[in-house]
């Protein structure tokens, strides 16, 4: 005999207190990443020009940073990672992976990323810009440069890139190709293997 004929409000509470639970579980998930600041996805129409349309994903319990540029075979993603301070580009076209170092001189903080990214591109100056130089040689271990960047480039040509500090476009004779970063932020990749 079922336990719900012998009390039907048995049953009742039971079912009761089973929802309870599920609709507590559901609010504690959807609660947790609005309190905890865990990350922040911007991606509107005011970071949009001629190169494309860019999000910025930030992950404040991992201090990493995800920017995409959605340009078609144009398009190339970028995540800093704050803990490794080393940061990567990868060129969809090119089928290339690039890392350097952050300069966090130039580079903003985690949480100036976060609200310079929600902000309109205001008029004024042009963005701050970094100029590297890609090393020919590919990079055999990429664990060196932390899991974020790891997991992003496995499996694709990786290069590493050295900051000419203080370098200009107009005197450099290689080929480079130039990334915005919203309009904060001009990040030129030069070298040979620019070229390819």
Known sequence: MSPCLSSPLH???????K??????GLLGISLVPAFSGY???VNDNSNSDDSGRQSVSINNAHNVANVDNNNGWDSWNSIWDYNSNFAAIR???????????MNKEVMPSLQALGALAKQKRPEGPPPKGLMYTVN?????????FGKPISVMCK????????ENEGASLFVFSEKCA?????????ISLCGGRMED
Do not use: Q
């Not at 694709?156 to 050295?162: G, H």
């Open 178 to 186: 130039n990334f915005d970063v919203l309009w904060i932020l001009n």
């Open 155 to 162: 499996g694709i040509p990786t290069y590493v890139a050295e």
């Open 91 to 101: 060129l969809f076209r090119k089928k290339m992976c690039v890392v350097h170092r």
């Open 136 to 144: 020919s040689d590919r990079v055999d271990d990429l664990d060196r």
């Open 19 to 24: 929802f309870t639970i599920v609709f507590a």
């Open 11 to 17: 049953c009742f509470g039971e079912a009761k207190m």
């Open 39 to 41: 990350s922040i996805n």
